[in-house]
């Protein structure tokens, strides 16, 4: 089964740049999405196919994804940022998700 | 205003079944394919099901194939997840989440309901 690799947590400066990688097998070919959760709420999408952004996600959040390693970005960090952030494929009739990135504005 | 909230969570002992329940509203059920996800205590997410917008293919991730079922009724814009066989690691917070159908992702989130299976 396909499996997404994300580091256990990710520090950023307020104002800073986080960026948070996914990796796995070619991840370049498929389409990954990302989503962010606070702790005790349900998750909310923050980018789909690669690179798009809901319209309800501020232009902040970005992504790309080549190779062997999606990526999202996090610019200007706010403290209303820190979360837990999952990437997420679909393979074969299942969906994949990372075990998720707790990322830290300090 | 899109809407999907899961009900029937609880507390139930090992080996027990119970059905959990997701009403949605502000979109057009049948249009859409859903899914169950959970997350256990302090843990990642984990996908669950699928089923198809009308219904007709379901799937299944390995850790509940066999013992959970997916099912939906258009007339009361509901999805349902039948878990049999209940075991102490299925205790989580059991999401529901809708997809546009071919999009691979999840765009709307219920606020989920917590299973304990325990003793």
């Known amino acids: 089964s396909y499996e997404l690799t994300q580091p256990l947590s990710v520090s950023v400066a307020l104002g800073q740049t986080a960026r948070i990688p996914c990796g796995g097998n070619?991840?370049?070919?498929?389409?990954v999405h990302w989503y962010q959760q606070k702790p005790g709420q349900a998750p909310v999408l923050v980018i789909y196919k690669d690179t798009n952004r809901p319209s309800w996600i501020p232009e902040r959040f970005s992504a790309s994804n080549s190779g062997n390693t999606a990526t999202l970005t996090i610019s200007r960090a706010q403290a209303g940022d820190e979360a837990d952030y999952y990437c997420?494929?679909?393979?074969?009739?299942?969906?994949?998700f990372g075990a998720g990135t707790k990322v830290t504005v300090l | 205003q899109v809407r999907l909230v899961e009900s029937g969570g609880g507390v139930v002992l090992p080996g027990r079944s119970l059905r959990l329940s997701c009403a949605t509203s502000?979109?057009?059920?049948?249009?859409?394919?859903m899914h169950w996800v959970r997350q256990a205590p302090g843990k990642g997410l984990e996908w669950l099901a699928v089923i198809s917008y009308d219904g007709t293919n379901k799937y299944y991730a390995d850790s509940v194939r066999g013992r959970f079922t997916i099912s939906g009724d258009e007339s009361k814009n509901t999805l349902y997840l039948q878990m049999n066989s209940l075991k102490p690691e299925d205790s989580a917070v059991y999401y529901c989440?809708?997809?546009?159908?071919?999009?691979?992702?999840?765009?709307?989130w219920g606020q989920g309901t917590l299973v304990t299976v325990s003793s």
């Open positions: 989440a809708s997809e546009i159908p071919l999009s691979g992702n999840f765009d709307y």
């Open positions: 070619n991840i370049g070919t498929k389409s």
């Open positions: 502000g979109f057009t059920f049948s249009d859409y394919v």
């Open positions: 997420q494929v679909w393979d074969s009739n299942t969906y994949v």
